[in-house]
């Protein structure tokens, strides 16, 4: 009898083997809980991916001794007559800096392309070099380039002295335009992040606190008039200390606007009003606009290639209304000794980066 039973236990094991071998084997899901030999249960990670566009500065480097790199953060403090060397990963790279060095055409300053990097390198650096340095990629399709504005990687540079705490600058007064729709900015651009800078009247002579709401200062852009109005017009400057003896900025003259923005307003007029042949004539094409904004003019005649003309074009700041400060300019055409071919239509076109505006004047003989 036992000898049966266990007869029988070894064919029902060897079934159950034979059933095993059959069953395919299941693979193991990536990430699944495996088991290592010693009994632990451990956890598979997956690899991170990698973000496509790159966040920060991680792009733009500043070149170190002995071939280190560093990562420039927004702001970045160095010591003035060091060579600096900026480089930007990519293989079609746009730069900019501060705007004085093309005005210029600075010597001191070059960029060269290579297939990973551009690399801007600036020699004998100033106080005046202070100011925003960024690079951007550039994107193709065919022939049509464009800035990538995802790719945009700025550090403002500061190369701090102790002589010039305010970058020096060509000019010595500055006119800032206030505007009741937007903020306006009184620059007093520093070479020292940690100065203490201050905001002053001339006249009457007085400080305009900067109380962090209507007036806010930042040191990479200046003072900021959150909300400009009438009773911010005048001349201001700004004070600089860090440690010895204060310094003053150049001075800022503050005028009030309030223009719209649009195309050109035109008028024409004629002078005299009534001309005969031989007269001499004037006519006056005259626009009202924006005082940072620039006009072109474009005339039409009746005697056009025909009879020589002079053209004059001007332009200057206004007062109108209470205080408001408005640009007037004018482009005059001149007619000597008047023919039969120069009486007709006199066409003047002003534009803008807003628009265009054509208005017209018919001439006939007295």
């Given at each position: 009898m036992k000898l049966w039973v266990l007869f029988c236990l070894a064919l029902l094991w060897v079934e159950l083997q034979n059933g095993a071998c059959q069953q395919p084997k299941r693979r193991k899901d990536v990430g699944e809980n495996r088991i290592r030999?010693?009994?632990?249960?451990?956890?598979?990670?997956?690899?991170?991916?990698?973000?496509?566009?790159?966040?920060g500065q991680s792009l733009l480097t500043q070149v170190l001794d002995k071939g280190r790199f560093l990562r420039l953060g927004q702001t970045t403090t160095m010591t003035p007559g060091k060579n600096m060397e900026l480089r930007c990963?990519?293989?079609?790279?746009?730069?900019?800096?501060?705007?004085?060095?093309?005005?210029?055409?600075?010597s001191r300053l070059s960029i060269k392309q290579s297939d990973k990097y551009s690399q801007l390198i600036l020699t004998s650096p100033s106080a005046a070099d202070t100011g925003p340095y960024s690079c951007w990629v550039i994107v193709c399709d065919g022939t049509e380039c464009e800035k990538d504005h995802d790719h945009v990687?700025?550090?403002?540079?500061?190369?701090?002295?102790?002589?010039?705490?305010?970058?020096p600058s060509?000019?010595?007064?500055?006119?800032?335009?206030?505007?009741?729709?937007?903020?306006?900015?009184?620059?007093?651009p520093v070479t020292n992040p940690q100065a203490k800078v201050s905001l002053h009247r001339e006249v009457p002579a007085e400080e305009i606190p900067a109380n962090g709401t209507t007036v806010t200062y930042?040191?990479?852009?200046?003072?900021?008039?959150?909300?400009?109005?009438?009773?911010?017009?005048g001349v201001l400057y700004c004070k600089a200390v860090t440690r010895g003896t204060p310094q003053i900025s150049i001075k800022y003259q503050l005028l009030y606007v309030e223009v719209p923005s649009g195309p050109p307003f035109v008028s024409l007029e004629a002078s005299p009003e009534s001309v005969r042949g031989g007269d001499n004539l004037n006519v006056t094409c005259t626009v009202l606009g924006e005082p940072e904004v620039d006009i072109s003019f474009i005339w039409f005649y009746p005697g056009q290639d025909h009879r020589p003309v002079h053209v004059q074009t001007s332009w200057r700041l206004i007062n109108r209304g209470l205080g408001h400060t408005t640009r007037i300019s004018?482009?005059?055409?001149?007619?000597?000794?008047?023919?039969?071919?120069?009486?007709?239509?006199?066409?003047?076109?002003?534009?803008?980066?807003?628009?265009?505006?054509?208005?017209?004047?018919?001439?006939?003989?007295?």
């Open positions: 030999p010693g009994g632990k249960r451990v956890k598979v990670r997956h690899p991170k991916l990698k973000d496509g566009g790159v966040k990963k990519g293989s079609n790279i746009g730069w900019s800096y501060p705007a004085y060095l093309d005005t210029f055409n600075d990687y700025v550090s403002h540079i500061y190369f701090t002295d102790k002589d010039n705490l305010f970058v060509a000019i010595h007064f500055e006119i800032v335009y206030l505007r009741p729709d937007r903020p306006a900015v009184v620059p007093c930042d040191p990479t852009k200046g003072f900021i008039l959150q909300s400009p109005s009438l009773d911010h017009q004018q482009s005059v055409m001149t007619v000597e000794d008047m023919e039969t071919i120069d009486f007709g239509n006199y066409m003047c076109k002003a534009k803008n980066p807003h628009g265009e505006t054509i208005v017209t004047i018919d001439i006939i003989s007295k």
